[in-house]
T-cell receptor
């Protein structure tokens, strides 16, 4: 059964720092992996989707990489801003089913 | 712009009531999903549907049923609500492996 771990569980950084969020999963037989952000009490917003043939994706200040063989993905946030404060979730996908980690709660201090 | 809507943001029901949660997407997506989100447990898949009138059990289907009579609408039904079904319920639809979420319904069962 797929298990997804996100480290750290919580992170507090000053504005402007570059940071890395980690996601590891136990079953490497996945097709794709998606990163989301969630603001308190809200739904999830899609950030990046890494498809099975890709190793990374970039959108603005965000870059996500995927290493299926080692069961790891990282989300890199450059030049963090207070507006980046949210919970970040990763979800590897295998045949329709997405398994979610419990997330990294990020706080960026002004 | 992608849009997934859920019928209520907040809902309060009594134990034993039959509860309907509605989800509508306007993107002509084939796949739709229902999750619940609880602190410390993350998002867990209840049911999903990959076509009209088709449904598949997720990881925690007990106490729930679903209906998909039209492509754009996916309903979650709590046949007899119980207090342990108090949770945040999130609906999603997907296209080309990317999931899009609704704003969520916070259900409280008294």
């Amino acid at each position: 059964k797929q298990e997804v771990t996100q480290i750290p569980a919580a992170l507090s950084v000053p504005e402007g720092e570059n940071l890395v969020l980690n996601c590891s999963f136990t079953d490497s037989a996945i097709y794709n992996l998606q990163w989301f952000r969630q603001d308190p009490g809200k739904g999830l917003t899609s950030l990046l989707l890494i498809q099975s043939s890709q190793r990374e994706q970039t959108s603005g200040r965000l870059n996500a990489s995927l290493d299926k063989s080692s069961g790891r993905s990282t989300l890199y946030i450059a030049a963090s801003q207070p507006g980046d404060s949210a919970t970040y979730l990763c979800a590897p996908e295998g045949t329709y089913k997405y398994i979610f980690g419990t997330g990294t709660r990020l706080k960026v201090l002004a | 712009d992608v849009k997934v809507t859920q019928s209520s943001r907040y809902l309060v029901k009594r134990t034993g009531e039959k509860v309907f949660l509605e989800c509508v997407q306007d993107m002509d997506h084939e796949n739709m999903f229902w999750y619940r989100q609880d602190p410390g447990l993350g998002l867990r898949l209840i049911y999903f549907s990959y076509d009209v009138k088709m449904k598949e059990k997720g990881d925690i289907p007990e106490g729930y049923s679903v209906s998909r009579e039209k492509k754009e609408r996916f309903s979650l039904i709590l046949e007899s609500a119980s207090t342990n079904q108090t949770s945040m319920y999130l609906c999603a639809s997907s296209f080309s492996y990317e999931q899009f979420f609704g704003p969520g319904t916070r259900l409280t069962v008294l």
